[in-house]
Structure formats: structure tokens, C-alpha cells
């Protein structure tokens, strides 16, 4: 539940957007306020996730919002705040944005009643994340003295580029970057004293969305790409759901008196060559890596973000990596110990709950259920270079070609499972 403090001196206009967001069943008003000085008392009473503010309020209906989303950032650094105006001038972004705070969102007041523009921003700034209305983001890479160049940069610099990454997609030097982007916020800021602050605040503001995009782009090597993405997004990614997913598990046969005969630098390459060589295709097909166990992968299709042919794309996957292991095994493995890995893999279709899970203190994303279990149990039904899988998921892709091979008793279950062997890529 995302807790939020909404400070509007307008009666009705409060009352209208309070309504609006008690609507969404994540978003609860757990205060609200009609002045600025009233909106910082209740935003350090309630500590809430996020603060939406007018942009001008009592006393003075100058930029109040504005003032009170600086001193809320600083104050609560955990406090995302959205502010609302009536006024379509980039200025008043800048004036927001400029001073290289993340956590913030300038929307225009019109995108109130146009769907859920107020609550992405919302569910945005709780995240971390920063939000600038659509008319001004194309007003501010738009200015009739901005060159091509510039907006090829502006759009690199809102992905979270760095220099060193703009450079390379530039084909030139990071100095040169470093000129450009100079040169674009000089314009921005414009001349005088005052505009050479806010330089040095637009660079303070890119450097924290580098810092944003690195801190994301890492956080994929150890969690799913898919969920991070989605949580970046501001969606419910985390919460349990129930989801029907194809599960696939594969292992090397025969791995462990193959390791016997290799030193323990020798194995960690060996597995490490493996393992990614699978991670592409996996990624290729739109899978979600679960996890890696030893030299066994386990991989999901249909979450966190579920789809219809999750079956198909899971078989699909299934034959590519046994062509890509083959290719593996034709290029050799640097030791006289190894002439080949043979993998086995198994897959499965049923319904899964899926989301966070764990306790104390920590938390991953997996999926869990007797699917899951069923799909661990027909990987070992597997031979070196086999795909077999349930018949739940060859029904549900009836392009590809499978031929039965009769029901297995997996271990844990009291009920048979019909396996087939999958035999050739889809027609």
C-alpha cells in the first residue's frame, strides 16, 4: 500500500483528488494539508511514501510546492512527491528538477482526469524514480535552439547513459560529450549567475539518473531482469500472484565424475561457459531466469509479466539450447578431460504462485507449487541431449512435435504425470 499525503487548498479540488486516489486499491490518503507549512507538519507527522502537492499554495502562492518538495526530499529521503500544476512552462520543471533530486514528478493538473497518468507518477516517485509531464519533456528537448544533436543526447542522457556509453554510441570522445551536454544546459539555464547555478545543477540531476540506470542495470545480474523492470515501472511485480507458467529445468548429465577429473578453476569455467551459453537463449525467448543451481538451470515463461504462448516460447527454448550446447561441445572445452556436455531438461505447464518470497530479512523472486515440483522430477527423466515434458505442456503447443513415452510416478507425487519426448522444432 502506498501511503500519501496530499497538500491542495482548494476544497474541492483536495476532495476530488483524494476521492481519485482511494479509488486505486495500492494508493491510501493518510493526510492531508492546505497550506505548505501545514504539508510539512503532516508530512513529518505521517512519513508517508509520497507527497502530492499544488504547485502554489497559501501563504504566498508563489512556488510553495515546489519549496516544500526540496525540503520534503531532504528532510524524508525515502518521500517521493509529486507535484501538480496548472502551468505547461519548463521553467517550473526546472525549477523542480534542476536541483539533481530524485524521487520527483511534475505533471500537469489536465492529466488528473486522463486515466492513470497521477498514479504511475505516483507508484514512479515511491520507486525512486523522477516523472516530467509529457508536454514539457517534448517542450524541453523541443526548444527551437536545440539542434538535432541535442535531442539525440537529451534522449540518451533520459535512458541513463553515461558519458562513457553516449560516447560510444557517438563514435566519439567522452570530452566531446562532456562539450555537448555543457553546451545544451548552458542554453537551458540561460546567462547570468543564476544560470551558471543551474548548469551545475543539471548536471547534478543526470548524474543521479546515471547513477539510477547503473544501480538498476546491476541489480540484474542477481535478480531477474524482468522483475527489476517491473518494479521500475511502479508495478505490483512483488506481491504473490497466482500465474500459470511453463517451468523448465536443465542439468548436465553425468556432470559430477566429469568434475572429478578437472581442478576447480577448470570446473568454475567450464560451468560459467555453460551457464551463460543457456542464459542467452533463455533470454532470447523471453524467459526469466529463477536460478542457477551448481551446473542446473531453472527458468520461467509466463512471469512476472504473464502471456498466452508461454508454453510454445518454453519448447521453443528447450531445442535451442540443446542446439546451442552442441554448438558448445563442436568448438571444444580447452581440457582433454571433457569431449562433451550432454544436457537433459524437463518442462512443465501449471499454475504457480509467483512473487517475492522469504523471510527474515530477505526476500527473491521464484515461483512455487507443485508444478514447479513436477518439472525438477522430469528434467531427471531426461537423457543427455533429451527435451521431455508434461503433457499439460505439449497440449498447449500443439505446433511442436512430441511423441509419447508413456506416464512416470515422480517422486513426491502420488499421481502418474504423462511425459512426452519432444522430438523436432515446431512446424
Sequence with gaps: MIRVVLGEDNVLVREGVRAL????????????AEDAPTLLATAAEHSPDVVVTDIKMPPSFQLEG???????????PDTGVVVLSAHDDEEYAIALLGKGHS?????LKDRIAQGDELARAIREVRSGGSVVDPAIAERLSGRAESQEEDRIVLDMMAQGLGYEAMAAALSTTQEAVDGRVTMLFRRMAGDGEAGTGLLGEFKKLHAAVVEHSATATSLKSYVPSQFVDALARGGDAASQRELEVTVLFSDIRGFSTIAERLTAREIGEIVGRHLGAMAEVISEHGGTIDKFQGDAVMAVFGAPEPSEDHAERALHCALAMQDRQRELNSMGWGTDSVDGLHVGIGLNTGVVMAGAIGGGGRLEYTVIGDAVNVAQRLQSEAGGGEVVAAASTVSAAPSVAAEP?????VKGREEPVEVFRIVGDPA
Design 103 to 107: 524521487g520527483l514528478a511534475y505533471l
Design 405 to 409: 513415452i508413456g506416464p512416470r510416478v
Design 21 to 32: 486516489l482511494n479509488s486505486y486499491e495500492d494508493i491510501d490518503v493518510v493526510g492531508v
Design 66 to 76: 515546489i519549496d516544500c518538495a526540496h525540503a520534503i526530499r531532504e528532510r524524508h
